[in-house]
Every structure is written in structure tokens, then in C-alpha cells.
Nanobody
Framework: QVQLVESGGGLVQPGGSLRLSCAAS????????MKWYRQAPGKERELVAS???????TNYADSVKGRFTISRDNKNTVYLQMNSLKPEDTAVYYC?????????????WGQGTQVTVSS
């Protein structure tokens, strides 16, 4: 059974750091891309960062560029290092993985982890 399990969320003061982890298991094929999304109360879910398996290409939302870093190990675990956190980074953070087999893509989501930035 495919699972994405996030961890590392919590309460942090503005300017602080957190590192989120997402452990993927049960995949027959390695995800070709893994992403972090976030959703703040009353707002739509937004893409924060993505990383591909081939080449490790990364992409970031403008709001987190220079502060967040996405990385991935060879065991399908993806990380999000978040530095210089701001109150507006407060949200539930979700891990996402996509697997592609020929013309079919399957999407998978984690359960989410809460990040709260507050003094």
C-alpha cells in the first residue's frame, strides 16, 4: 500500500527554522516528481516546492525562494528545509508524489503536517 508520511511540523517563532520530512513507501515505481504544498486557513492549497527524480530539478514558489530548500534522498524521502520562517508561512503542509507509467499518472498525497509560525 502506497503511503506518504509527513513529519517535522510544529510551532516555531518568526525567524526560526523547521525541517519537514516525507517518507514514501509502497511504490512499485519511484515517483518521478515529489512536491510540497501548503494550505492556510481560508486559502487555497498552493505549491511550495517540487523536485524531480531525474536530475533533481527543483522549483519554488516566489514567496519561499531563498528561504526554503527541497531535497530528496535515494529512498524516496523528500525534505523541506524551512529557514527564516514568517507568520504567513503558517499552514498545513502536504507532501505529494506522482508516478507515471506510460500515459497514466497516479497522484498520491500525505495527511499533512501543521506548521505554525508565531511569537
Amino acid at each position: 500500500q502506497v503511503q506518504l508520511v509527513e513529519s517535522g511540523g510544529g510551532l516555531v517563532q518568526p525567524g526560526g527554522s523547521l525541517r519537514l520530512s516525507c517518507a514514501a513507501s509502497g511504490f512499485t515505481l519511484s515517483p518521478y516528481v515529489m512536491k510540497w504544498y501548503r494550505q492556510a486557513p481560508g486559502k487555497e492549497r498552493e505549491l511550495v516546492a517540487s523536485i524531480t527524480s531525474a536530475g533533481g530539478y527543483t522549483n519554488y514558489a516566489d514567496s519561499v525562494k531563498g528561504r526554503f530548500t527541497i531535497s530528496r534522498d535515494n529512498k524516496n524521502t523528500v525534505y523541506l528545509q524551512m529557514n527564516s520562517l514568517k507568520p504567513e508561512d503558517t499552514a498545513v503542509y502536504y507532501c505529494y508524489a506522482a508516478v507515471r507509467l506510460f500515459a497514466t499518472q497516479s497522484d498520491y498525497w500525505g495527511q499533512g503536517t501543521q506548521v505554525t509560525v508565531s511569537s
